[in-house]
């Protein structure tokens, strides 16, 4: 705020310098107006040719900017992968090249710079002896005195000083229209619904031990590149069902857990939650962010924090108690090895759970996730790190628990689906749900 205030001020003050040495020049000799004004075209031309120059640097510097930031992230990110590729020289020469990249866009606008400074001196120094021969003439043929000349010489720097500082804010005015650009393009992308927040709450509170059911209807769904992934699909999933979605890499399974929740939106179709009463009586709501309070999700990959196995845990229920954390372990058959812990649910785990195998993680996020008690629990790929029999036992201490939690995995492996309730197949941009002896088939091909 400060920094647009000090702009503000310092473009009124040097305005209302130029228009009042102008306006005394102009009074005393209008012909002195002339050498005022004889580098202004010039002045302007070269403005405009660094101006543009200016816009397409703030664009790329912005460009390289992030770049830089997103390799950088995901150098270190990734840093344990690239090591076991051996590719950290491969890697090393991208970061080289990229910073190449950035020195030479650098380089070429300071050369510009200095290029554009030398000729506007040159052509401030033409300017400037101009006036003084001029106003040495007119002194000589007797058309004005010493004293106006001297005034007129004085208020020249002036004009020259004003009219600089005014082009020297050009930078400033680009840099904060590149910054102003990048942030419309934030503030314009779509936003969430968040207006029934109350409304799920109310829902989630009245429907706690009741189950909550989700269905999607007619959903269709393309990328913006126009890759269409669903059309016209149908899902259902209801309490103390697990609900298993099969189908290849790419085919889409990951992008209907998005879906499901409002990550993204289907250009056609609804979803919605539905719940039934004890009476009878029903109730739906549309799918939003808003619903996104009754959901727990466990993505693909190690979600853990830094921290304790508790504090990790304290994360989705900062009131949990010691028992409830070890429940939830003992569902997610992570007790047996957190158990054995020096500390047990007080051991720390390490950046991006560092300190335990993957499925040691992957146990440690579901049991996590199960400590919400969510109604509605979806598991991306979540067990694809455990052994058969280990995610075996998951799922039924899931389908165990008295909870009436709604569960909707997504699985490579079809050795689980003979355990699931419903089991839906991504074909054709549809979800088709497979029958018992396309199950056993699967189970027995794998």
Known sequence: MFNYLHIFLFLIINIFKFISAFAIVIYQDWTFAIFSFIGIPVSLLMSRTLMNRMVNNNKR?????????????EAFSNIQTIKAFGAITT???KLKNLQ??????????????????FIMSIVGFLVSYSSYGWGIYRVWSGAITYGTMTLFLSLSGTLTG???????????????????GRLMDILEMPQEDYSLDDDFSRFAEKHHGDGISLNLHDISYAYHNNTEVFEHADLEAH?????????PSGEGKTTMLRLILALLCPQSGEGTLSSISADGSSESLPLTASARKLFSYVPQGNTMFSGTIAENMRVVKPDATDDEIIEALKSACAWDFVNRLPD??????????GGFSEGQAQRLSIARALLRKSPILLLDEATSALDVATERAVLKNIMKDDYPRTCIVTTHRPTVLNICQR????????????DEDEIERMVKDF
């Open 100 to 117: 190449k990249d950035y020195i030479s866009m650098r380089l070429d606008f300071q050369k510009m710079s200095m290029v554009t400074s």
């Open 162 to 180: 004003a009219l600089n500082s005014l082009i020297n804010m050009v930078p400033s005015a680009i840099s904060l229209t590149t910054s102003a």
């Open 61 to 73: 510097s912005a460009a390289m900017n992030a770049k830089m930031s997103g390799f950088n992230q």
């Open 423 to 434: 089991v839906y197949a991504i074909r054709d941009k549809k979800c088709v749900v497979l």
């Open 91 to 93: 890697y090393i020469e």
């Open 239 to 247: 309490p103390h069902e697990i609900i298993a979605m099969v189908g």
């Open 344 to 353: 047990g649910i007080n051991s720390e785990i390490k950046e991006r759970g």
